[in-house]
């Protein structure tokens, strides 16, 4: 049977988004998932290695094919007097022509805040910018050899642990330059990347749309490394992100944001202490609305509840608190210290 263009293109376009999880077996799921013979796969995928889209199988059992990526690196003394614009500009846009347009505006909104973050926060002398560019997808590695991102804010805000940097990240609103920079990049720029992650230290923070995750790794570095990363087919819209945590007729300004509790259980730390209830609670007055979000966390203590959920709330009634993915336990300590928040609050239709 001869295929037509479009359903070829189909068949490729499956194989370039699949290629990566499926390295060695990927001839196999072309077969299985749309019934073809395993010498028209094979031929396709042949086809897709000759445009150097996927790079040429290894010989054996074990193929591992991946997809072809294009590198360009620049490094920039910031002794330089660097702008983070001209530098987008002129470096790297060009290098972006075949990005679709809404896709584009997101990489450059991305690019521009987190390199403008290594200029004007990092005390750092060098920067290095990586792009890898292949048939799916666009990913930016921004590494500074500066103070390193979270030993700043602990230090900025007195913090004990640099982990608790990581919440005051994910809460949004956090500059250590109020007069020149609003806080809103590195929120913004995880939920607008299909993939994100800082890491510096021992520690790695990966933000996505308000699943939020630390890690704690063996390994020490320096500095600061950004990682973000775009799909190329992505249908995201910086607009519609932003309007998600505003409301462009009543409330323009960033006045939402999502909180991911289990961020505040580090190694395992149980949540029952008022000191870490206001930890949490840190510049929730900043907002009109924070979303409290407790997935993956089980249970928590009278103290903890009681801070949030009837001190807070008493000192700043027009905060409003809307809490999701709570688990019975949860639900119960919560109902137990605060009459109001205690009714049917949870798990509301919210999109973030």
């Given at each position: ?9 189909t ?39 000759d ?10 059992r ?34 972006l ?10 990489i ?73 920079h ?58 519609d ?84 993915n ?27």
């Amino acid at each position: 049977m001869k295929f037509t263009n479009e359903i070829i293109n189909t068949i490729k376009q499956f194989a370039i988004d699949n290629v990566e999880k499926h390295p060695n077996d990927i001839v196999c799921l072309l077969c299985s998932h749309f019934g073809i013979t395993k010498p028209t796969a094979k031929k396709y995928i042949d086809e897709l290695v000759d445009g150097k889209i996927v790079a040429p199988p290894k010989k054996g059992r074990y193929p591992a094919y991946h997809l072809l990526a294009s590198v360009k690196e620049l490094s920039y003394a910031l002794a330089d007097s660097l702008e983070e614009d001209v530098i987008w500009r002129k470096d790297f846009m060009p290098l972006l022509s075949d990005i679709k347009d809404n896709v584009l505006r997101a990489i450059q909104y991305s690019f521009t805040e987190m390199v403008n973050n290594v200029i004007d926060h990092s005390s750092a002398i060098n920067m290095t910018v990586t792009m890898l560019k292949d048939a799916k997808k666009v990913q930016f590695y921004i590494y500074d050899d500066g103070i390193g991102i979270f030993n700043k804010i602990q230090k900025d805000l007195g913090l004990d642990n640099p982990k608790q940097s990581i919440l005051e990240l994910a809460k949004g609103k956090f500059t250590s330059d109020a007069k020149r920079h609003s806080g809103e990049g590195i929120f913004f720029t995880s939920r607008i990347c299909d993939g994100f992650a800082i890491m510096s230290g021992n520690l790695r923070f990966l933000g996505h749309k308000g699943e939020d995750i630390i890690f704690e790794d063996k390994q020490m570095r320096s500095g600061t490394c950004v990682v973000f990363e775009m799909n190329r087919s992505s249908d995201v819209s910086i607009t519609d992100i932003f309007n998600e945590y505003s409301d462009p007729d009543a409330q323009p300004s960033f006045f939402r944001t999502r909180i991911p509790v289990k961020l505040m259980e580090y190694e395992g730390e149980a949540l029952l202490s008022r000191s870490q209830a206001k930890r949490l609670v840190n510049r929730f007055d900043r907002f009109l609305e924070v979303i409290l979000d407790f997935g993956g966390v089980t249970e928590i203590g009278q103290a903890f509840a009681d801070e949030i959920f009837r001190v807070f709330h008493n000192d700043y009634p027009d905060v409003h608190l809307i809490l999701v993915n709570c688990s019975s336990n949860v639900k119960r300590m919560i109902a137990h210290v605060s009459v109001e928040y205690g009714q049917d609050v949870y798990n509301k239709d919210i999109k973030l």
